[in-house]
């Protein structure tokens, strides 16, 4: 009940015009990153987020988490219309959406879409009123020792869950890690890795890196692949009709239900669920064979899983301070740029900032839906923008984008750096996600082991002697198991649509 | 005689291995100025570095199967574009410091759209204006990022 009063207020907050302002503008701008060919919702935040660095704090969030869902909005309409998923959750998508649209019925799919994504959107945020709070309460009782389990378990599960081998996921993890050191120790204050160079001394921007590692990479690519504006399939009714919604209403509950509770689970990303929805879709359907023929329920379904998962993944963010995904790890660095320390404290300490982020993502899912249906048509031209102009825009913004953070040029010259470096780790298929996390949550992890071991006096044992810490452990041995099965199911549904290997 | 290449895996797991004892030097040079062996600047460096090297060595001798299909960088024109759009962010960084935000962007622009969309010389300098105009208005003048000598020379 409590929480609902607070919601509430953050929605008096929200609804004030410059906020509300925000919230439209961020859901805009995400979008029409979204939509635009290869770009998903990493790029988007890391392209975007500089831009956001002269709000307020709340507002500058409030813009994240529109840009978060307005790109994953986005994102479905390449994916229908042009056959080209921004991310690996967006292929069971492209399975069934882009048949639909090849029938003229494009518009049917990106409004099933749209409205999926709302309700999906909608319910997982119910849960995470419900929930973060809760966690973040039992969280208060955590230590440096039961954070430092709970941060390395996450990070074990995800290197499991990448879709590469094992061994490739630890090092690039590690050498998030590494990089994540760079800079002043947190114990001596003395400079580490800086090998006489000043610029060093500072460490590494994390927006920098990442801005490069997905956004100049992603230009690579696009030069490599030759991407040129592809002519979609044409839209001729843009709403769905009564019978398409009738047919999608349960595959959607269904998708929203299983993304969301099983979105919780540390490891468990949208491509994960939303190949799991269609499957599912496919198992419960009187008809299977119309799969893969343009039926709408392969279409609602995974897009509501990947909204839920999305959602679900800003309880673990918002109560613990553990990212899920890239673009939550990105979210996390914005924070963390505006001065604030994801976790519960910081429902504790900032109450207010975080109920009106929570109400302005209620706000968002439905300026969202009420201009994405209307708008599919302008959504859909933006796609053929050339890449010959989009290509060096997205590079040139990147540059700029990263000085503006620090006002470094040190720090534009990293972004070229990990932009080269992160074309290399795709063509080798080294997975990006370790290394992305890693180097987020490296100086808290540091942080929290060093300090449990000066609370035990140096006795590694503390994280195996504390119950809350034992219980994770032992929580973690399941939940590994658990992954282990969902990976090597992923990687073959991959593998099967695609025909080759893909992070996710 | 067929000249057998190291794999990129191989590589990868050689560079982790010499990354592992970059950090694993580190942390020896960083020893002293720790409370214990555990509590310290160190710790963190030396565990990384040892991590590093195990998981280098286990991908240095894992088995690579035969059917994965051998990722083939890009030649001839592609590559070159590929590598001049890369060159000329770095040489941007460079004008920008010289002839400040303007007229270092415009050209890298008109350059970059020229090679990369190969559109006509007038429609690559049409579109850059609009392009440098539009990004001073969101970065100088809305976020006020103090780029070098970022008035307008005119």
Known sequence: MESIMYLLHGLTEVLTPFNLLIVVLGSLLGTLVGVLPGLGPTSAIAILLPMTTILDPAQGIMMM???????????????????IPGEASSVPTTLDGYPMAKLGRGGAALGVAAIGSFIAGIIGLIGLVLFAPILADQALKFGPPEYFTLMLIALLILFNLTGYSFAKSMIMGLFGFLISLVGIGISSGMPRFN?????????????SVIIGLFAITEVLKGLEEKRVSIKHEKIKNAYPNKADMKMSLFPILRGSLLGFILGILPGVSATITSFLSYDLEKKVSKN????????????????????????????PLLALGIPASPP??????????????????LFEQNSQLVWTVIASMFVGNIILLILNLPLIGLWAKLTEVPFGILGPLILMVSVLGAYSVRNSMFDVIVAIIFGILGYLFHKYQWPIIPFVLCLVLGPKMESSF?????????????????????????????????????????????????????EF | MQIKFISPDRIGAIISIILGCLSIVESIRLYPYGNKILTGDHTFPGLIGVLLVIA???LLFERTSKEKTKPVLPRGRTAFIMIVSIGSLFIYCLLIEYIGYFFSTMITFIYMIKIIG????????LISVVLTTALYLLFIVLLKT?????????
């Open chain 1, 328 to 345: 939550l790890a990105i979210l996390l660095a914005a924070l963390m740029i505006y001065g604030l320390t994801p976790g519960p404290v």
């Open chain 1, 65 to 83: 988490a529109g840009i978060y869902y307005g790109s994953m909005y986005g994102g479905s309409t390449t994916a229908i219309l042009m056959n």
């Open chain 2, 56 to 58: 280098g060595g286990i």
């Open chain 1, 195 to 207: 090998f006489g160079v000043g610029a060093l001394t500072g460490g590494f921007e994390m927006i």
């Open chain 1, 288 to 315: 299977p064979e119309k799969f893969g023929k343009g039926a709408i329920e392969g279409v609602a379904g995974p897009e509501s899983a990947n909204n839920a998962t999305s959602s679900g993944g800003f309880i």
């Open chain 2, 118 to 125: 190969n559109y006509r010389w007038i429609f690559s300098i």
């Open chain 2, 146 to 154: 103090p780029f070098p000598s970022n008035n307008l020379p005119f």
């Open chain 1, 450 to 502: 060093i300090q449990s071991l000066e609370i035990s006096s140096g006795n590694l044992l503390i994280f195996f002697q504390r119950p809350i810490s034992l219980t994770l452990l032992l929580l973690a041995g399941v939940l590994m198991i658990i992954s282990i099965f969902l990976m090597k199911r992923t990687k073959k549904r991959i593998m099967q649509e695609t025909g080759g290997q893909m």
